[in-house]
């Protein structure tokens, strides 16, 4: 029972190198979400999916662009990696409706240098 | 303003208090509710849903005052394996809103 499961799991980069974040879920959630958590602030949403082939932004979305080519997956890129964006990024997934609880991956860990 | 805000503690109490936290979020037409814990450097997990009238899971009782748009968080005889931060979050139309939490050290 994988659940939602978040590939790398650490990650350094320098300034201005690009990167993909994995997320797979094996539950068929419909719904599908990017955070990145910062040291003393909540999780801020990044970018989020209702569905196959659809994203929308989120709280801060800029830097950042996300893809669900398929409903397991969502992609969550850096183009060019900036200091600002070291943080550690969750993963979320959710049946759909108002009342279902959200799951949660274990996190990426990135450090921009 | 902040779509959910907590006090962020520490709470800091000896095992077997009862200690009980509270979050008020901004969006009166918000949909449903949740508690949730998050260890340090762990993801968050679910610890509960909130429902209007109410309801009790073992030691923790959840709140909610939809008038007064706040949450609370009860913990009745904290166990050591209690300290953790405590995540309010809240549903307005498929985005989750999170707190910043509130921190509990449960003492020896």
């Known amino acids: 029972n994988a659940g939602v499961t978040q590939t790398p799991k650490f990650r350094v980069l320098k300034t201005g190198q690009s990167m993909t974040l994995l997320c797979a879920q094996d539950m068929n959630h419909e719904y599908m979400y990017w955070y990145r958590q910062d040291p003393g602030m909540g999780l801020r949403l990044i970018h989020y999916s209702v569905g196959e082939g659809t994203t929308a932004k989120g709280e801060v979305p800029d830097g950042y662009n996300v893809s669900r080519l398929k409903k397991q997956n969502f992609l969550l890129g850096l183009e060019s990696a900036a200091p600002s964006q070291t943080s550690v990024y969750f993963c979320a997934s959710s049946p759909q409706g108002a009342a279902q609880p959200q799951h949660f991956g274990d996190g990426t860990r990135l450090s921009i240098l | 303003r902040k779509e959910v805000e907590q006090d962020p503690g520490p709470f800091n109490v000896p095992e077997g208090a009862t200690v009980a936290f509270n979050c008020t979020y901004s969006?009166?037409?918000?949909?449903?509710f949740f508690w949730y814990r998050q260890d340090c450097r762990k993801e968050p997990k679910l610890l509960m849903s909130v429902y209007s009238s109410g309801n009790e899971d073992g030691r923790f009782t959840a709140q909610l005052n939809r008038a007064s748009q706040y949450i609370s968080l009860l913990i009745r005889d904290s166990k050591l394996s209690d300290s953790a931060t405590y995540l309010c979050?809240?549903?307005?139309?498929?985005?989750?809103?999170f707190g910043s939490g509130t921190k509990l050290n449960v003492k020896p």
């Open positions: 969006n009166s037409a918000s949909q449903s």
């Open positions: 979050v809240v549903n307005n139309f498929n985005k989750f809103y």
